[in-house]
C-alpha cells in the first residue's frame, strides 16, 4: 500500500506539469489578445504596447522556440510559460490581469465557495441516488422500480444548465422569487447557516440531480447481481431481517463500483460547476475560471485549472484507497 501511494504521489508532478503544458498551448491557440480586451475601445498602439509589456504578453511563450538559421533552437531565459511555472514552484500563481489581484489571494477567497457547493451536491446525489437505486432493486418490475427508472433516464437527459435557468425562471414568474445570492451576495456559513444554505441548496440540488441519476442507475444493476450471490441466500435462511440484508451485506458488496463512479464524477462536478456558478452568481472557482476565459486572463485559467487537475486526481487516489477499507481482499502491489 505505501509503495502505491509513493507512485501516485511521484507521478503527481508530470500530471500537472503536463496539465499546464497543454492548457497553456492550447489557450495560445485561441485568437484574441488580453491588452486589447483590456483597453476596448481606448486602445492605442502604445497603450497596447504598454499593456503587453505590465502583462508579460510581449516575452516569448516558451522557453525553446526553434529557428530555421543557425542554431535552429533558440533558448529564452524569461518566457511567459517558464515565469509563470517559477513562481507556481514558489508558491506564486501570477496576478489576474483583469482584477489587478494575486491569483492566490482570489483563490483563498473563492475555493470555499466551490468546495461547498460540490460537497452538498455530493451528499444531495447520495442522499436520493443511493436509496432509490436500493429500492428499485429489491422492489424489481414494481411501479416504485419503473418510477425510479424513469426518473434516471429524466435527470440524464436534462443538462444541469437548463434545469437551473428552468429553476430561475419558474421561481421569479410564479413564485416571485430570486435566489438569495443574487441581492445579498454570498453569505458564509458562520455568519448566517439559514441564508448560505438557502444560496447553496438549489444550484447544489441542480448538479445533484444527473449525479443522482448515475447512481441509481449504477446502484440497481449492482444491487440486482449481488441479491443473486449465495452469501445472500445465506443471509435470508438465518433469518435476519430485510434492512440488515440489504444494507449490511448487499451493499457494503456493491458500493465499489458506486464509489468509482463519485470519483470519475468529480471532474464532471468541478465542469458543472463553471456553468451553475454563473447562472446562481455565486463568485466560485468556476465564474473565476468562466471570466478569465472570456477575458484571456492566462494566469487565471493556467492556475485554475492547474487546482481543478489536483482535485481531480487526488479525489481518484482517495476512492482508490476506499476501495481496500471497504473490501480488505484488495490489496495494491
Not at 514552484?89 to 461547498?116: A, K, N, W
Request: glycine letters at 8%; proline letters at 6%; hydrophobic letters at 50%.
Amino acid at each position: 500500500m505505501r509503495e502505491y501511494i509513493l507512485r501516485r504521489v511521484l507521478l503527481l508532478p508530470f500530471i500537472m506539469f503536463g496539465v499546464a503544458f497543454m492548457t497553456f498551448l492550447a489557450y495560445r491557440i485561441i485568437p484574441g489578445d488580453a491588452a486589447i480586451l483590456h483597453c476596448q475601445l481606448e486602445c492605442t498602439p502604445d497603450t497596447v504596447a504598454a499593456l503587453r509589456h505590465e502583462f508579460g504578453l510581449d516575452r516569448p511563450p516558451l522557453p525553446l522556440s526553434v529557428d530555421t538559421k543557425p542554431p535552429f533552437l533558440e533558448i529564452h531565459g524569461d518566457s511567459q510559460f517558464g515565469g509563470w511555472l517559477g513562481g507556481v514552484l514558489r508558491g506564486d500563481l501570477g496576478s489576474s490581469f483583469s482584477y489587478r489581484t494575486p491569483v492566490t489571494d482570489e483563490l483563498g477567497r473563492r475555493v470555499p465557495i466551490t468546495v461547498e457547493l460540490l460537497f452538498l451536491t455530493v451528499v444531495l446525489a447520495l442522499s436520493i441516488g443511493l436509496p432509490i437505486g436500493v429500492l428499485s432493486a429489491i422492489r424489481p418490475a414494481t411501479p416504485v422500480d419503473w418510477l425510479s427508472r424513469f426518473l434516471s433516464v429524466l435527470f440524464l437527459s436534462v443538462p444541469s444548465f437548463y434545469l437551473g435557468i428552468l429553476l430561475i425562471t419558474f421561481g421569479v414568474v410564479w413564485f416571485n422569487w430570486s435566489p438569495p445570492q443574487f441581492g445579498t451576495g454570498y453569505v458564509p456559513f458562520y455568519d448566517n447557516p439559514w441564508i448560505n444554505l438557502q444560496q447553496f441548496f438549489f444550484p447544489a440540488l441542480v448538479l445533484a440531480l444527473g449525479e443522482s441519476a448515475v447512481l441509481m442507475r449504477l446502484t440497481r444493476s449492482a444491487m440486482l447481481e449481488v441479491m443473486r450471490n449465495d452469501y445472500i441466500r445465506t443471509a435470508w435462511s438465518k433469518g435476519l431481517r430485510e434492512r440488515a440484508v440489504v444494507w449490511r451485506h448487499a451493499l457494503k458488496n456493491a458500493i465499489i463500483p458506486i464509489i468509482t463512479v463519485i470519483g470519475l464524477q468529480i471532474g464532471g462536478l468541478l465542469g458543472g460547476a463553471v456553468i451553475v456558478e454563473s447562472l446562481y452568481n455565486l463568485n466560485g472557482m468556476g465564474k473565476y475560471i468562466l471570466e478569465a476565459i472570456i477575458r484571456r486572463d492566462i494566469f487565471v485559467v493556467q492556475s485554475v485549472t492547474l487546482l481543478f487537475a489536483v482535485s481531480y486526481v487526488v479525489a481518484n487516489l482517495f476512492v482508490d484507497l476506499t476501495y481496500a477499507w471497504l473490501d480488505p481482499r484488495i490489496r495494491y502491489a
